[in-house]
Nanobody, 123 residues
Framework: QVQLVESGGGLVQTGGSLRLSCTAS???????MGWFRQAPGKEREFVAA????????NYADSVKGRFTISRDNAKNTGYLQMNSLKPEDTAVYYC?????????????????WGQGTQVTVSS
């Protein structure tokens, strides 16, 4: 019954920035909120995750130092700030949330998914 709605994708030049938002229709009471991305013909890959309770963060090596994940618990909203964007960041980005438990970096751990938002980085 929980639905996640994403926004903030778009077209940006190499080195630019975008901020993605993800709002849940209701409180999920989940352990993690995460971001994944998927390019055509490729597997969905982990980008970043944050624990709702403690706020601890985890990042894929490919985005560490450039992307920042955050959340506003009162608004049931998560964010992904993307800086220093590269063409290889081009993909559809999905937000997701787990129920209690699971491994934050595995897509199979997530129970709720957003509709996806396109991020395109041009050279």
């Amino acid at each position: 019954q929980v639905q996640l709605v994403e926004s903030g994708g778009g077209l940006v030049q190499t080195g630019g920035s975008l901020r993605l938002s993800c709002t849940a229709s209701e409180r999920t009471f989940s352990s993690y909120m995460g971001w994944f991305r998927q390019a055509p013909g490729k597997e969905r890959e982990f980008v970043a995750a944050i624990s709702w309770g403690g706020g601890s963060t985890n990042y894929a090596d490919s985005v560490k130092g450039r992307f920042t994940i955050s959340r506003d618990n009162a608004k049931n909203t998560g964010y992904l700030q993307m800086n220093s964007l590269k063409p290889e960041d081009t993909a559809v980005y999905y937000c997701a949330a787990t129920k209690r438990g699971g491994t934050y970096s595995k897509a199979s751990s997530y129970d709720y998914w957003g509709q996806g938002t396109q991020v395109t980085v041009s050279s």
